[in-house]
């Protein structure tokens, strides 16, 4: 039996114009999770949210806590966002106060993720300043998770993929180009 699959994309400064380039080159038959940390404004959540609704067949929601992750579907992250097991199920808690620099926090989402080895996990550093989601992707790739950062060539800023390489240093590293591929790939197996 094949285990549901989740990519997590975190990106910061150019992240936007990446994701939607993603999104645009999903195939039709997509049957995977993508979860999305966008550092983004909590004002401007909705529209990023509406605005990837746009251009794709899959389902696109704003995290709200509780709900269930599910299979073709883009879940864009306000605030704090995490995954966790209950009840079998796979399930998003959502924690607005959580006091961080970063909003959304890539190394929560990356981080919980970490600990639900029952999904196929692929976690996706892009474009941004600073170095969130470093941490969050060393324990994911310890915990047997793939990751894939952003190449100095196609980041906007190159200071999240930088970072998190320093500290995974055995992750792939590609384009936007070849991330697109990889998740392609992901999904096939």
């Known amino acids: 039996m094949n285990k549901e ?27 995977g999770s993508i979860v999305i940390a966008q550092h983004m404004s909590p004002h401007f959540i909705e529209s990023f949210a509406r605005q990837i609704g746009t251009i794709t067949h899959l389902s696109v929601s704003v995290v709200m ?3 269930i992750l599910q299979p073709s579907s883009i879940y864009v992250c306000s605030g704090d966002c995490r995954l966790i097991q209950s009840n079998h199920r796979i399930v998003f808690e959502h924690n607005t106060a959580h006091d ?3 909003t959304p926090d890539i190394d929560t989402l990356f981080l919980s993720v970490s600990q639900l080895p029952s999904l196929k996990r692929m976690g996706i550093i892009l474009t941004g300043i600073g170095d969130d989601g470093s941490r969050g992707a060393l ?9 894939m950062f952003e190449s100095e060539e196609s980041a906007i800023v ?22 697109i591929e990889a998740i392609c790939h992901f999904e096939e197996l």
């Open 65 to 67: 806590d509780g709900m």
């Open 158 to 179: 190159y200071g999240m993929p930088r970072r998190a390489l320093e500290l995974v240093p055995d992750a792939k590293v590609g384009s936007l180009d070849q991330i």
């Open 139 to 147: 324990a994911l790739f310890n915990s047997g998770g793939e990751c």
């Open 5 to 31: 699959r989740v990519i997590l994309i975190g990106s910061s400064t150019g992240g936007p114009g990446h994701i939607d380039k993603i999104i645009k080159a999903l195939k039709k038959d997509f049957t």
């Open 100 to 102: 961080t620099i970063y």
